[in-house]
Nanobody, 128 residues
Framework: QEQLEEAGGGLVQPGGSLRLSCAASGRTFTDRAMSWFRQVQGKEREFVATITSESKWPDIRISYSDAVKGRFTISRDRTKNTVYLQMNNLQPEDTALYFC?????????????????WGPGTQVTVSF
C-alpha cells in the first residue's frame, strides 16, 4: 500500500523559512507527478506547486501558484523517494495545513481531483 508522509511543519516568524519533506513508501513515485497543496480550515484545498515525474528527466517541468511563486521551491530526490518544498519569506497568509500528493500520471496539475494519493498533512503557522 502506497503512503505519503509529510514532515517539517512548525511555527515560524514572518520572513522566516521552512523546508517540508514528503516521503513515499510502499512504491516509488518516479513515474508520477508530485505536488503540494495547502488548506486553511473552512476553505478549499489550494494548489501550491507541482513537479513532473522523473521518468521525463531531463524535461522536468515545475509550476507554482501565483501566491508562492518566487518564494517557494519544489524539488524531488529519486534516491530517497522524497519530495521537498523549500519555503522562504513566509508570511501569515501562508499559514495552512500542507499536503503532498501523487498524481495519476507524469504530468502535474493544479486540480486536486487529479491526485490519487495524499499524505495526512503538516501544519505551517506563520506568526510573531
Amino acid at each position: 500500500q502506497e503512503q505519503l508522509e509529510e514532515a517539517g511543519g512548525g511555527l515560524v516568524q514572518p520572513g522566516g523559512s521552512l523546508r517540508l519533506s514528503c516521503a513515499a513508501s510502499g512504491r516509488t513515485f518516479t513515474d508520477r507527478a508530485m505536488s503540494w497543496f495547502r488548506q486553511v480550515q473552512g476553505k478549499e484545498r489550494e494548489f501550491v506547486a507541482t513537479i513532473t515525474s522523473e521518468s521525463k528527466w531531463p524535461d522536468i517541468r515545475i509550476s507554482y501558484s501565483d501566491a508562492v511563486k518566487g518564494r517557494f521551491t519544489i524539488s524531488r530526490d529519486r534516491t530517497k523517494n522524497t519530495v521537498y518544498l523549500q519555503m522562504n519569506n513566509l508570511q501569515p497568509e501562508d499559514t495552512a495545513l500542507y499536503f503532498c500528493a501523487a498524481g495519476r500520471e507524469w504530468r502535474g496539475s493544479a486540480s486536486s481531483s487529479d491526485y490519487v494519493s495524499w499524505g495526512p498533512g503538516t501544519q505551517v503557522t506563520v506568526s510573531f
